[in-house]
């Protein structure tokens, strides 16, 4: 784990976003649409996980998404762990504590997704899905639980989720498993005045598709174009607000009408 830590601004909620890898994903927008709304934001990667991906690793990305946090006004700690590891989560959540202060809002951006079906899935990937998507996700959202100690109603919980299965499906079967997860929480964590919700934001094109796969998802979108990770930002900023507290234990679908 390799920290990196700006210094905490006064009076500002701390978020913990995990899963924020390039500028161009999803995780980095929800990070910079949470500081622009008043929040300091912790955030995690694993630039090994990148290596294993189509556009490879891009280091300079921790210090630009760490540079745009600082324009919005935010106090930003970078955090890198592997979410395989099962001592990550309260590593991560130490790492947090020290550098910014308690947890109010967690926000689970991360994912390990490698396409592959029922005949052509190795055990070693499935486990490894399993393990980042559903089991890293539950040690989080129960370090988060064990350490809230904020005023009631004002905790947040958000997972981004995904219906993929069809040629995904460790992907999609862990990503079930994190719905399951989320939604649990919403009512275990009751009591400390949490809420929980998972959001499903559909096609989002971060690199990711070829021309066919944007195409196809396209026709798919009656609104005629795919989803950007801003998109998926104001709905998770909207969740984290005291706006958004009555919004609770839901699966949320932003996606355009994708289907």
């Known amino acids: ?92 959540f130490d790492a947090v504590q020290r550098q910014l202060g308690d947890v109010t809002a967690l926000v689970m951006c991360h994912c390990e997704s490698v396409d592959s079906g029922l005949l052509d899935t190795t055990v070693d990937s499935f486990d490894r899905h399993f393990a980042v998507n559903a089991r890293a996700s539950w040690l989080l959202i129960r370090e988060f639980g064990l350490r809230f100690r904020g005023p009631h109603g004002t905790g947040r919980i958000v997972s981004l989720t995904s219906d993929a299965l069809v040629g995904n499906v460790p992907y999609g079967a862990s990503k079930g498993a994190l719905d399951r997860i989320t939604l649990a929480a919403a009512r275990e964590y009751g009591h400390l005045g949490i809420s929980a919700n998972a959001i499903n934001p559909g096609p989002v094109d971060t690199g990711w598709m070829s021309d066919e796969v944007r195409a196809g998802c396209l026709a798919r979108t009656p609104l005629g174009r795919l989803g950007t990770p801003q998109d998926t930002a104001r709905l998770v900023s909207f969740l984290c607000s005291p706006q958004g507290g009555w919004v609770n234990g839901q699966l949320l679908y932003s996606n355009g009408g994708f289907g």
């Open 1 to 92: 784990m390799n920290p990196q830590t700006d210094r905490q601004q006064p009076g500002r909620p701390v978020a913990l976003v995990t899963g924020v890898g390039r500028t161009v994903g999803i995780g980095a927008g929800v990070a910079a649409q949470l500081a622009a709304s008043g929040w300091d934001v912790a955030f995690t990667y694993w630039h090994a996980y990148d290596d294993r991906m189509p556009w490879g690793q891009q280091p300079k990305d921790t210090a630009a998404i760490t540079a745009s946090l600082r324009q919005q006004g935010a106090a930003s700690a970078a955090i890198e762990a592997d979410l395989t590891a099962t001592m990550a989560p309260a590593e991560i």
